[in-house]
């Protein structure tokens, strides 16, 4: 895929996720979460190689986002228009050396701390061979400028 088919799919896609982690319908385990906001994704490839396909879903909505390949120790980053979090569960997929790779569902919570209206990221981070996972991080301007 060529940088504008890139650039595309990276604009595109993490729109996608976050709508489908705001769409399933509050319990009263996310009451706490329904104020915090997300404005985009990032993710990092911490690993001495590159990884290709990197992708984080929502199977409970069909939701996903996602990178073709993120260099050595590089991070690729979008912002998108706000949108309400509602912590669905969620996985990662990814090939290191062709060979796909995927975590276990799990559910990322925004800290006790924050505020209501507070501005997130989901930080998604491929740290060790065949180890990835996410968690919210605030969210931080230059850190989602596109690379």
Same mark, same amino acid.
Not at 15 to 30: K, M
Not at 75 to 100: M, T
């Given at each position: 895929?060529?940088?504008?088919?890139?650039?595309?799919?990276?604009?595109?896609?993490?729109? =996608?996720?976050?709508?489908?982690?705001?769409?399933?319908?509050?319990?009263?385990?996310?009451?706490?979460?329904?104020?915090?906001?997300?404005?985009?994704?990032? =993710?990092?490839?911490?690993?001495?190689?590159?990884?290709?396909?990197?992708?984080?879903?929502?199977?409970?909505?069909?939701?996903?986002?996602?990178?073709?390949?993120?260099?050595?120790?590089?991070?690729?980053?979008?912002?998108?228009?706000?949108?309400?979090?509602?912590?669905?569960?969620?996985? =990662?997929?990814?090939?290191?050396? #062709?060979?796909?790779?995927?975590?276990?569902?799990?559910?990322?919570?925004?800290?006790?701390?924050?505020?209501?209206?507070?501005?997130?990221?989901?930080?998604? =981070?491929?740290?060790?061979?065949?180890?990835? #996972?996410?968690?919210?991080?605030?969210?931080?301007?230059?850190?989602?400028?596109?690379?």
């Amino acid at each position: 895929m060529n940088r504008a088919g890139r650039f595309k799919v990276l604009c595109c896609l993490p729109a =996608i996720l976050v709508q489908g982690c705001a769409s399933a319908p509050p319990d009263a385990r996310q009451s706490s979460v329904q104020s915090i906001v997300i404005s985009g994704v990032v =993710i990092r490839n911490e690993l001495p190689y590159p990884v290709t396909d990197v992708m984080i879903e929502v199977p409970a909505t069909g939701g996903f986002a996602g990178c073709g390949t993120i260099l050595p120790r590089t991070a690729c980053s979008n912002a998108f228009q706000n949108v309400d979090y509602r912590a669905n569960a969620a996985l =990662i997929r990814w090939k290191e050396h #062709g060979q796909p790779q995927q975590s276990e569902e799990f559910t990322m919570q925004a800290p006790d701390s924050a505020l209501p209206g507070s501005e997130f990221v989901v930080e998604v =981070i491929v740290f060790a061979p065949g180890q990835a #996972g996410a968690r919210l991080a605030e969210a931080n301007p230059e850190v989602l400028r596109n690379r």
